[in-house]
């Protein structure tokens, strides 16, 4: 499930504007995006990660995403480096 390569990956950021930066500024291995975000904060991620040819995989919850990256809020959106 992806929320467990959340747990394996050797380094994660999470947040929608951190992703977008960390795109464009390192080499990310995927992004993780929650479903249930709003999509305009997701559409940016998604736009930027679709022309650095970053696979994307979706998740169903905000929540539980924030939860597996140990913070106590949502996260709509999370960078993964292996």
């Known amino acids: 499930m992806s929320y467990e390569k959340v747990s394996q990956a050797k ?3 999470a947040g929608t504007k951190q992703t ?5 500024d390192r080499n990310v291995n995927e992004v993780i995006v929650a ?3 709003d ?3 997701t559409a ?3 736009e930027t ?3 650095m040819n970053v696979t994307i995989t979706h998740v169903d919850s905000m929540r ?5 990256c140990g913070i106590d809020v949502g996260a709509a959106a999370v960078a ?3």
Request: hydrophobic share 50%; glycine share 4%; proline share 4%.
């Open 11 to 13: 380094s994660f950021i």
């Open 20 to 24: 977008v930066k960390a795109l464009k």
């Open 35 to 37: 479903d249930d975000a």
């Open 39 to 41: 999509p305009m904060l």
């Open 44 to 46: 940016k991620v998604i």
């Open 49 to 51: 990660a679709e022309n």
């Open 64 to 68: 539980k995403l924030g939860r597996t």
């Open 80 to 82: 993964l480096f292996y």
